[in-house]
């Protein structure tokens, strides 16, 4: 039985990277994986959904180079050629953690792992053959996958999950997207941008309901300009799959509505990996879902940790990330501080895309905070019509009292690299007279955020 200080779980962007920060910190390490390095995120999230974006992307250009003074005749799509650069990409993203393993002297241990008391992992391989492996700290990070809901059971097929989305051996002509969270719109533009006929149903009243208001309206308008149809307030209540293709039943405010379609895509959130995995056998903590951790990721039982999406927080790839790194520094002794839940930022990379961080305008007024609002429109910034990509804005939400950046929420092309700027700003403390007084380049997307502030506190130029 080989021993070592440290054995995660999954290699997900929560797991390797966790095995990664302990190798660094000195601590013998061993992760455990049952299919490819990288989990969900690397091979079947977010990295090949966005080469199927960009390739929808570069199609969208394409069909509209006249409006750039271009000349481009013919253009077509080849849906084959689409999912296998994606596949590619992700392929390529593997063997990079791969490379990473052995750079920092990393056991990789292919198999299913299972935890045992004692500290203690075995580890199923292909071959069936079970192995012991143990550890002073054992980390959980299995992940999550689809959810599936009784009225939308997946069969693979017709009622997909995202794993088949972004593998279809043939393009659906007309595609029912049941869920309005970043996977069911990232995955309704690349559809409907290569040509499928997309429908998305949302249960609530608006689509992206974790964001603004104001976001969740302008993302609407821009998918109905684009052809995608809109059902909020709706419920699927049953898939008829007999024959050939779906027949979906939407309950709306307005009676039974039947849809005829080829594929369902069930994007109704994620359901936690913790199944089958000896949590019961050690004695671990669960609740509704999810592991139940302190602020430092140790579980109820001593030696054993959980990060990622099998915890309460944002199952975020970044926050799984953040999370490993700060479990084992803690095992390590070094000084950490808990992360801080409320400055995380939020991104969908359909398009235009969606970043926001802290609170949304609703939040910020039950609090009772009095506020100071800004908002300053891409229809206005030189760079965005230079480009060509007027549609979405910059949001944000200041403490009238104190200028704290309360909330921050932008809507349009490239802002998912643009909302950094204020994650940092509001970790630093940064007031909105800072970053009015914080000179922006010209011109840039990120000028909006500083008009934006500017806005909020009456000194807009450029409106």
Same mark, same amino acid.
């Given at each position: 039985?080989?021993?070592?200080?440290?054995?995660?779980?999954g290699?997900?962007?929560?797991?390797?990277?966790?095995?990664?920060?302990?190798?660094?910190l000195?601590?013998?390490?061993?992760?455990?994986?049952?299919?490819?390095?990288?989990g969900?995120?690397?091979n079947?999230?977010?990295?090949?959904?966005?080469?199927l974006?960009?390739?929808?992307?570069?199609?969208?250009?394409?069909?509209?180079a006249?409006?750039?003074?271009?000349?481009?005749?013919?253009?077509?799509?080849?849906?084959?050629?689409?999912?296998?650069?994606?596949r590619s990409?992700?392929?390529?993203?593997? +063997?990079g953690?791969?490379?990473?393993?052995? +750079?920092?002297?990393?056991?990789?241990?292919n198999?299913?792992?299972?935890?045992?008391?004692?500290?203690?992992v075995? &580890?199923k391989?292909?071959?069936?053959?079970?192995t012991?492996?143990?550890a002073?700290? &054992?980390?959980?990070?299995?992940?999550?996958?689809?959810?599936?809901?009784?009225?939308?059971?997946?069969?693979?097929?017709?009622?997909?999950?995202?794993?088949e989305?972004?593998?279809l051996?043939?393009?659906?002509?007309?595609? &029912?997207?049941?869920?309005?969270?970043a996977?069911g719109?990232?995955?309704?533009?690349f559809?409907?941008?290569?040509g499928?006929?997309?429908?998305?149903?949302e249960?609530?009243?608006?689509?992206?309901?974790?964001?603004?208001?104001?976001?969740?309206?302008?993302?609407?308008?821009?998918? +109905?300009?684009?052809?995608?149809?809109?059902?909020?307030?709706?419920?699927?209540?049953?898939?008829?799959?007999?024959?050939n293709?779906?027949?979906?039943?939407?309950?709306?405010?307005?009676?039974?509505?039947?849809?005829?379609?080829?594929?369902?895509?069930?994007?109704?959130?994620?359901?936690?990996?913790?199944?089958?995995?000896?949590?019961?056998?050690?004695?671990?903590?669960?609740?509704?879902?999810k592991?139940?951790?302190?602020?430092?990721?140790q579980?109820?039982i001593?030696?054993?940790?959980?990060?990622?999406?099998?915890?309460?927080?944002?199952?975020?790839?970044?926050?799984?990330?953040?999370?490993?790194?700060?479990?084992?520094?803690?095992?390590?002794?070094?000084?950490v501080?808990?992360?801080?839940y409320?400055?995380?930022?939020?991104?969908?990379?359909?398009?235009p895309?969606?970043?926001?961080?802290?609170l949304t305008?609703?939040?910020?007024?039950?609090?009772?905070?009095?506020?100071?609002v800004?908002?300053f429109?891409?229809?206005?910034?030189?760079?965005?019509?230079?480009?060509?990509?007027?549609?979405?804005?910059?949001?944000v939400?200041?403490?009238?009292?104190?200028?704290?950046?309360?909330?921050?929420?932008?809507?349009?092309?490239?802002?998912?690299?643009?909302?950094?700027e204020? &994650?940092?700003?509001?970790?630093?403390?940064?007031?909105g007279?800072?970053?009015?007084?914080?000179?922006?380049?010209?011109?840039?997307m990120?000028?909006?955020?500083?008009?934006?502030?500017?806005?909020?506190?009456?000194?807009?130029?450029?409106?």
């Open positions: 039985m080989s021993n070592f200080d440290i054995i995660v779980l290699s997900g962007p929560g797991g390797y990277v966790t095995a990664i920060r302990a190798s660094q000195g601590l013998k390490t061993a992760i455990v994986e049952k299919e490819n390095l990288g969900v995120c690397l079947w999230g977010c990295i090949p959904t966005k080469a974006i960009k390739s929808a992307q570069v199609f969208d250009y394409l069909k509209h006249s409006d750039y003074g271009l000349n481009a005749e013919n253009v077509d799509k080849d849906f084959g050629a689409i999912v296998n650069r994606s990409v992700a392929e390529g993203m593997s +063997k953690v791969q490379f990473l393993m052995k +750079k920092n002297k990393i056991e990789v241990i198999g299913y792992g299972t935890l045992k008391s004692g500290k203690k075995s &580890v391989d292909a071959d069936g053959k079970e012991e492996y143990s002073d700290h &054992v980390i959980v990070a299995t992940g999550a996958r689809s959810r599936e809901l009784p009225s939308l059971p997946q069969d693979g097929k017709k009622i997909i999950g995202y794993r989305a972004m593998s051996k043939e393009q659906p002509k007309k595609l &029912v997207v049941v869920g309005s969270g996977i719109m990232e995955f309704a533009y559809y409907n941008s290569i499928t006929e997309v429908i998305v149903v249960y609530l009243p608006n689509i992206v309901p974790v964001e603004d208001l104001d976001v969740s309206k302008q993302l609407e308008r821009s998918f +109905k300009k684009a052809g995608v149809k809109i059902m909020t307030a709706s419920e699927v209540t049953k898939v008829d799959t007999e024959g293709g779906v027949q979906v039943y939407v309950k709306t405010s307005k009676g039974e509505e039947i849809i005829q379609a080829d594929i369902v895509l069930s994007a109704v959130g994620i359901k936690t990996n913790i199944e089958n995995i000896g949590l019961e056998d050690v004695g671990i903590a669960t609740d509704r879902d592991i139940m951790v302190n602020d430092y990721y579980t109820n001593p030696g054993y940790y959980a990060i990622g999406d099998v915890t309460p927080g944002p199952a975020l790839a970044h926050v799984a990330s953040a999370e490993g790194i700060l479990c084992v520094e803690k095992i390590a002794g070094l000084h501080d808990p992360i801080d409320g400055n995380i930022p939020g991104c969908t990379y359909c398009i895309e969606i970043a926001s961080v802290g305008e609703k939040q910020a007024k039950e609090k009772g905070f009095e506020l100071k800004g908002k429109p891409f229809s206005a910034s030189g760079k965005a019509k230079a480009s060509g990509t007027p549609d979405g804005f910059v949001k939400i200041f403490d009238a009292k104190y200028g704290e950046w309360l909330g921050c929420h932008m809507i349009g092309v490239g802002v998912t690299d643009m909302i950094a204020a &994650v940092v700003a509001r970790k630093l403390e940064t007031t007279h800072e970053i009015l007084k914080a000179i922006h380049p010209h011109p840039t990120s000028e909006a955020v500083m008009e934006a502030v500017a806005d909020a506190y009456d000194e807009v130029i450029h409106l």
